[in-house]
């Protein structure tokens, strides 16, 4: 069971980039998937998150209206559209695995079950 997150690179202020959640020994249509990021000397947080059928998403306030979490389980991936990019987003950004979610705590990290590698995004100014 392996979740691997990529897409990840250098982009100027304003720019997009759009990251992969694709997993590997196992469908990622039976799991709440989150994406988390960590900048360096802070606490992960909670980016976005996307229930089992793709019905219901959730937003930091951080991201709200820029980033656009979305899943393709004939593709067993989840993506991470990210528009407007902006120096704090700068992070290294993990995808993780529920299965069994409670929505309203998305943005607790305990309530995953698996995690990815991470990617490095990278938004200068």
């Known amino acids: 069971v392996q979740l691997q997150a990529s897409g990840g690179g250098l982009v100027q202020a304003g720019g997009s980039l759009r990251l992969s959640c694709t997993a590997s020994g196992f469908t990622l249509e039976s799991y709440a998937i989150g994406w988390f990021r960590q900048a360096p000397g802070k606490d992960r947080e909670g980016v976005s998150c996307?229930?089992?059928?793709?019905?219901?998403?959730y937003y930091s306030d951080s991201v709200k209206g820029r980033f656009t979490i979305s899943r393709d389980n004939a593709e067993n991936t989840v993506y991470l559209q990210m528009n407007s990019l902006k120096p704090e987003d700068t992070a290294v950004y993990y995808c993780?695995?529920?299965?069994?979610?409670?929505?309203?705590?998305?943005?607790?990290?305990?309530?995953?079950?698996?995690w990815g590698q991470g990617t490095l995004v990278t938004v200068s100014s």
């Open positions: 996307v229930s089992r059928n793709g019905v219901r998403t």
């Open positions: 993780a695995a529920s299965e069994s979610l409670i929505l309203s705590l998305w943005q607790l990290d305990v309530e995953y079950d698996y």
